[in-house]
Nanobody, 113 residues
Framework: VQLVESGGGLVQPGGSLRLSCAAS????????MSWYRQAPGKERELVAG????????NYADSVKGRFTISRDNYKNTVYLQMNNLKPEDTAVYYC???????WGQGTQVTVSS
């Protein structure tokens, strides 16, 4: 099983980033996927989740209206579109396979002027 996140970087407040998580080694379309983040000195927290078919979505209150999770089951990839980024969004972002509890290595997102 391999989960490879990409798309992180440094962005100014109000900017946007799109994270990707490319999955392999399991039947991607059978599992819900989630994005988590962990800021320095804080616990890892759930950011967003998406069901196996993409029909059910859930978001942390802190990102509702700004972030959008989506998936492409043909490309075995889950995405996190992040708009109107704030300094408090700074963290390492991880994707996770629900139930199986597989994790990627993370990608750093830094929001700073």
């Amino acid at each position: 099983v391999q989960l490879v996140e990409s798309g992180g970087g440094l962005v100014q407040p109000g900017g946007s980033l799109r994270l990707s998580c490319a999955a392999s080694g399991f039947t991607f379309s059978s599992y819900g996927m989630s994005w988590y983040r962990q800021a320095p000195g804080k616990e890892r927290e759930l950011v967003a989740g998406i069901s196996s078919t993409g029909g059910r979505l859930n978001y942390a209150d802190s990102v509702k209206g700004r972030f959008t999770i989506s998936r492409d089951n043909y490309k075995n990839t889950v995405y996190l579109q992040m708009n109107n980024l704030k300094p408090e969004d700074t963290a390492v972002y991880y994707c996770r396979v629900q139930i199986k509890d597989y994790w990627g290595q993370g990608t750093q997102v830094t929001v700073s002027s």
